[in-house]
């Protein structure tokens, strides 16, 4: 594997695109503005500037690394990629879009990944004619620090396409955990309802919001409270992650709370839009 094609310029998307580059590949990113092109190669700058900053990496090496993204707002970018992962919209009909794109202009063996949180990867492959070639690579939020990468099989995921994923998975520094197809996976499955239930706790005037992250924080030795999770993850990714939970188990446990519905129709989105259950101007 030599050039890597990112999909998305999100927090998600430049984190992934940042792990890659550092590691020495070449990555080819397509997103669909200039705006978020610029916006994307900002963060990774950004992120970069941190290490130099703590001298653990130098100007020459950032320079290096920025020379090594290539981006485009064609999706013929991809056209030479050995593997493509996809990071853009949470949204199933978007994917199926982008994946029957990407079979067609893809080099037959190019592995296509999608960085999904909870959608189907069997119903994301179907829209392709290389369902063997498409799978799950599932990274978390700060993708450069978080070093757990979800592999999802789809029904007919190729274990030679696994086993490609679950390499260089552990060759840019990562750990791969294997699992089986099922909405949320595993991590989101626990950690989300966590959220979804602290935002019930806040709603019943159980604790002040400050108090809730402290009590876990302290009680469960979570690096950060479920309230500012929910804020660094993305509180539409949130109420987006419950609804999959919600539809696909029909189990009222998964229910979203109604204050997270609220906060997400406000636009108090967390970091992303500067404000949710914290304040980050
Ligand atoms: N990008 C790159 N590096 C970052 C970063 C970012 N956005 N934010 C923090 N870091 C780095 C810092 O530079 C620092 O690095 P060093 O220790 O090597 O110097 C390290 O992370 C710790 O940062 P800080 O000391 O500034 O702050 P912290 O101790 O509070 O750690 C944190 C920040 C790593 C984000 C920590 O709070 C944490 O682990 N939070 C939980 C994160 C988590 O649970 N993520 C999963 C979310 S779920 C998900 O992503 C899946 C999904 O599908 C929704």
């Known amino acids: 594997m030599k050039k890597i094609g990112v999909l998305g310029t999100g927090t998600m998307g430049a984190g992934i695109?940042?792990?890659?580059?550092?590691?020495?590949?070449?990555?080819?990113?397509r997103a669909r503005r200039d705006s978020s092109i610029e916006r994307g190669l900002a963060t990774v700058s950004k992120n970069?500037?941190?290490?130099?900053?703590?001298?653990?990496?130098?100007?020459?090496?950032?320079?290096?690394?920025?020379?090594?993204i290539?981006?485009?707002t064609d999706i013929s970018i991809m056209k030479e990629c050995d593997l493509i992962v996809e990071a853009a919209t949470e949204n199933m009909e978007a994917k199926k879009e982008l994946f029957a794109q990407l079979d067609e202009i893809c080099k037959e063996d190019t592995i296509i990944a999608t960085n999904t949180s909870s959608l189907s990867i069997t119903e994301i492959a179907?829209?392709?004619n290389r369902p063997d070639k498409v799978i799950g690579m599932h990274f978390f939020n700060p993708v450069p620090v978080m070093?757990?990468?979800?592999?999802?099989?789809?029904i007919a995921t190729s274990d030679e396409t696994k086993e490609v994923i679950v390499g260089l998975t552990k060759?840019?520094?990562k750990t791969p955990v294997e699992v089986e197809e099922a909405p949320g996976f595993v991590v989101n499955r626990v950690l989300i309802p966590m959220i979804n239930?602290?935002?019930g706790i806040l709603a019943d005037g159980v604790a002040t919001k400050e108090d809730i992250d402290e009590a876990m924080k302290l009680g469960a030795n979570h690096p950060i409270g479920p309230l500012a999770l929910g804020d660094l993850v993305g509180l539409d990714v949130c109420l987006a992650i419950m609804e999959v939970l919600y539809n696909e188990f029909g189990d009222s446990k998964y229910r979203p709370h109604p204050l997270l519905r609220k906060m997400v129709r406000a636009n108090l989105l967390g970091r992303k839009t500067k404000e949710g259950f914290y304040n980050y101007n």
């Open 17 to 29: 695109i940042q792990v890659f580059a550092q590691k020495g590949y070449e990555v080819c990113v």
């Open 48 to 68: 970069l500037d941190r290490l130099i900053k703590k001298e653990r990496l130098t100007e020459e090496q950032k320079t290096e690394i920025m020379g090594r």
């Open 70 to 72: 290539h981006t485009s």
């Open 126 to 128: 179907s829209a392709t």
């Open 147 to 154: 070093k757990l990468v979800e592999i999802i099989k789809g």
């Open 171 to 173: 060759e840019i520094g």
């Open 197 to 199: 239930e602290a935002v």
